[in-house]
């Protein structure tokens, strides 16, 4: 027997105190394969509580859940579900998890993952109770959900609009992805103070939601000096928290590379040191003021990413600075204007347009084996004005097959470690 009453309460117990009942419907049922199925219903009938010693056990629920309640019951001695219709097997999922009949939810959890998923859809996927037994039931479907987000939302910059509006839980999903495609990590540090701002308007709670949610998504040792510096000035953030997170941030970024990889590799750090899909490739930068302005840029390629360059690709680096100009390197596979082959280039460019003008002596160097050292490939000095830039198409002065090549003397370990050398000697 169950009694169906009006209003919000969604207490499904057996417990007969509360609202005005509206109607009682009478049910006749198997105890034995109830209990079988449910550890609510098997607790029911045999832990001494009155309904076990009576024939008829009452539940009790509200009139919206009569349908999910009717299509579990069917479950439970069928092993079928009638509907395929989403809201509904949302409620026969949560009426599961409230009689813990944990092979329906799986059941349910199945059939929703297999329908088309909306932004809408997702986000109540991430909303659902968090007990024990639907932690588990429903995993597949939350995973699922996240993913969805994540490819969806993938270039923040073109969403950035729409995903201002998504809940919490869907920001986490969006965030924890590797193939994020941002700019850099510091455009992911200042969409999530953005969006916090926007979402929590008390600097407590703003506070408390960057520190325990989402600071930790954060790829700090991936962003840039000049961020850096500023999140230790941001009001918004525990200056304890953010004074740790630009140390380990700075710390990273003096390690030895093999170290570094070693950290992306490794499944508990791997989500903190592993880059996303940058735009801009995130450099290693070393500025000196004395005697002269000074900066030393380290720009690491992996193999795969200069194969993808064939035949007339680019990549570009995140900016640096000197003397208060922002620079930036690309490389390219070009055309080699005299020989006709393909090549690799490298070039420093200046970021600012305009009037501008600075002169700066710079060096391209690369490491290469055996010895693992930097060798210096061209050097000279150069007069930049706004978007203006300096370079060579053919740095290793060697076709590119060969550059390429398994035994290159130009990848160590699968890396093609480049430096620029930039030095201003005048005002």
Not at 88 to 113: A, N, T
């Amino acid at each position: 027997m169950y009694q169906s009453e009006d209003g919000e309460n969604s207490d499904s117990s057996w417990n007969m105190e509360c609202n005005q009942v509206l109607r009682v419907k009478s049910i006749y049922i198997s105890s034995a394969i109830l209990a079988a199925k449910s550890p609510f219903f098997y607790k029911l009938f045999s832990n001494g509580m009155k309904e076990s010693d009576q024939r008829h056990a009452t539940l009790r629920i509200t009139t919206s859940e009569e349908s999910a309640l009717m299509e579990l019951l069917s479950f439970i001695y069928s092993g079928k579900l009638t509907t395929n219709e989403p809201t509904l097997l949302l409620d026969i999922l949560m009426i599961s998890d409230k009689f813990e009949v944990v092979s329906c939810m799986r059941h349910c959890s199945q059939l929703l993952r297999s329908l088309p998923m909306t932004t809408e859809s997702a986000l109540l996927y991430l909303d659902l109770p968090s007990s024990i037994s639907m932690a588990a039931a429903v995993q597949p479907l939350t995973d699922a959900a996240k993913e969805f987000l994540a490819n969806k939302y993938k270039d923040l910059a073109k969403f950035q609009d729409e995903v201002m509006n998504i809940p919490l839980a869907g920001i986490e999903a969006i965030l924890c992805s590797n193939d994020l495609q941002v700019a850099s990590e510091d455009a992911v540090y200042d969409f999530v103070i953005k969006w916090v701002r926007a979402q929590y308007p008390r600097t407590e709670e703003r506070r408390e939601i960057l520190g325990t949610r989402l600071l930790p998504l954060v790829r700090f040792s991936h962003m840039t000096c000049r961020k850096l510096r500023k999140v230790l000035a941001c009001s918004d953030l525990d200056h304890e928290q953010a004074s740790k997170s630009v140390t380990d941030a700075l710390l990273y970024k003096a390690d030895a590379p093999h170290r570094q990889r070693a950290l992306a590799a490794d499944v508990l750090t791997c989500r903190k040191y592993t880059e996303r899909a940058y735009k801009y490739r995130p450099l290693k930068v070393v500025e000196f003021d004395q005697p002269y302005p000074q900066c030393i840029a380290y720009l690491d390629l992996k193999r795969e990413e200069c194969s993808r360059l064939f035949p007339s690709g680019r990549i570009y680096s995140q900016a640096f600075h000197l003397a208060g100009q922002g620079f930036f390197l690309s490389a390219h596979c070009n055309m080699d204007q005299q020989s006709a082959f393909h090549c690799f280039g490298l070039f420093l460019g200046m970021q600012e347009k305009g009037s501008t003008s600075v002169t700066v002596d710079y060096e391209f160097a690369a490491r290469t084996r055996p010895s693992g050292d930097f060798v210096s490939k061209y050097k000279g000095y150069y007069t930049f004005t706004g978007g203006k830039a300096v370079g060579y198409r053919n740095l290793f002065a060697i076709p590119w097959p060969s550059f390429m090549a398994d035994d290159s003397l130009f990848f160590i370990d699968g890396v093609l470690h480049l430096r620029a050398e930039l030095t201003i000697k005048q005002s």
